[in-house]
């Protein structure tokens, strides 16, 4: 079993910068591809960001392409997503995920709120 736990939201003004974090525990983390995902106030659950395993394949959204940057350390089993440039329409609970290459996601965090005021 993993548990995730993210950290890093807050509210910050539309041009502002976050940095995510998400902490893993177990010994598996650097075997497991890593996700963002982010839900918005009436809207689903959409993808933001992932990488892999070693962190040499990387995806982003098209809305946040540019803006955000996702990252990894293995050796303190967290990953990261840097956010800069925000906008109002980024504000949403983050979440966190984690599953082994080719199989999906299997674990998520509980999320963190991220607030972007115009």
């Known amino acids: 079993q993993v548990q995730l736990v993210e950290s890093g939201g807050g509210l910050v003004q539309a041009g502002g910068s976050l940095r995510l974090s998400c902490t893993a525990s177990?010994?598996?983390?650097?075997?497991?591809?890593m996700g963002w995902f982010r839900q918005a106030p009436g809207k689903e659950r959409e993808f933001v960001s992932s990488?892999?395993?070693?962190?040499?394949?990387?995806y982003y959204a098209d809305s946040v392409k540019g803006r955000f940057t996702i990252s990894r350390d293995n050796a303190k089993n967290t990953v990261y997503l840097q956010m800069i440039s925000l906008k109002p329409e980024d504000t949403a609970v983050y979440y966190c995920?984690?599953?082994?290459?080719?199989?999906?996601?299997?674990?998520w965090g509980q999320g963190t709120q991220v607030t972007v005021s115009s």
């Open positions: 177990g010994r598996t983390f650097s075997t497991y591809v």
């Open positions: 990488i892999s395993a070693s962190g040499s394949i990387i």
């Open positions: 995920a984690a599953g082994p290459t080719g199989r999906g996601y299997t674990f």
